[in-house]
């Protein structure tokens, strides 16, 4: 693998989210819902449907989302904080221009989702499914990832920041100006060699010499 030094890594742009006045919503979801300029607080979404649902100009703070169903939905200029969920269903969902803001999130399925300027900030998120998604102008930020799924996904712009990343799989993923230098634990499980793209540390690419070795079929011995 060639180790660029003199390449400079373009910058992911980030959403510039300016939420209108907010009309308080206390309903639920329906399918193809149409939610414009509103602020859903405090509201308990388990296992609703959600499916193909547009939220533009909107604020949804601190709602769990424990099974929601929210397939093919779309979050466009919008904000997410403390949002709360397992299982939550995003399948093929598109994210553009949003903030996903201290979200605690176990086993959320976002393959095949679009997410373009979007900003992840703090929270934790266990087994997130980005398999085959494509992100463009993403930032992870302050958050922690644990056996986060990337395979077969496409990665344009996206910077990791302060974050931690456990069990990350890479495997046939595509990547295009990653920046993995401001990740502060970086541990790969599978997918090593798709790292071709993306700038890493040079403390990092010694952490990570026992998987380049072990994945080239390298013994390293005293």
């Given amino acids: 693998m060639a180790v660029t030094r003199k390449k400079k ?4 742009r980030r959403p510039e989210v300016r939420l209108p006045a907010l009309e308080a919503y ?3 979801l329906a399918p193809d819902g149409d ?3 509103l602020e859903l607080a405090g509201l308990d979404l388990t296992g609703q449907s959600g499916e193909g649902a547009r939220f533009l100009d909107c604020a949804l703070r601190e709602c769990g989302l424990d099974g929601t169903r929210l397939t093919g939905a779309r979050f466009l200029d919008s904000v997410l904080t403390g949002v709360r969920g397992v299982g939550t269903e995003l399948a093929g969902a598109q994210l553009r221009d949003v903030e996903l803001v201290e979200a605690r999130l176990g086993g959320a399925q976002l393959h095949g ?3 373009e300027r979007v900003v992840v900030r703090g929270g934790k998120s266990d087994y997130l499914n980005l398999r085959a998604a494509k992100l463009k102008d993403v930032v992870f930020e302050g958050c922690v990832l644990s056996e986060p799924d ?15 990343l456990t069990g990350v799989d890479f495997t046939g993923a595509r990547l295009t100006d990653v920046d993995l230098r401001g990740v502060q634990r970086l541990e790969i499980a599978r997918g090593v060699e798709s790292l071709a793209g993306a700038v890493i540390s040079a403390a990092q690419l010694l ?3 026992p998987v380049l070795a072990a994945r080239l079929g390298v013994r ?3």
Avoid: H, K, S
């Fill in 220 to 222: 390293v011995e005293d």
């Fill in 113 to 115: 989702a679009v997410l």
């Fill in 207 to 209: 952490d990570l010499a």
């Fill in 26 to 28: 206390g309903g639920g």
């Fill in 35 to 37: 939610y414009d300029g």
């Fill in 9 to 12: 890594v373009a910058g992911a």
């Fill in 150 to 164: 990337f395979g077969g996904a496409v990665l344009e712009r996206v910077e990791f920041v302060d974050c931690v």
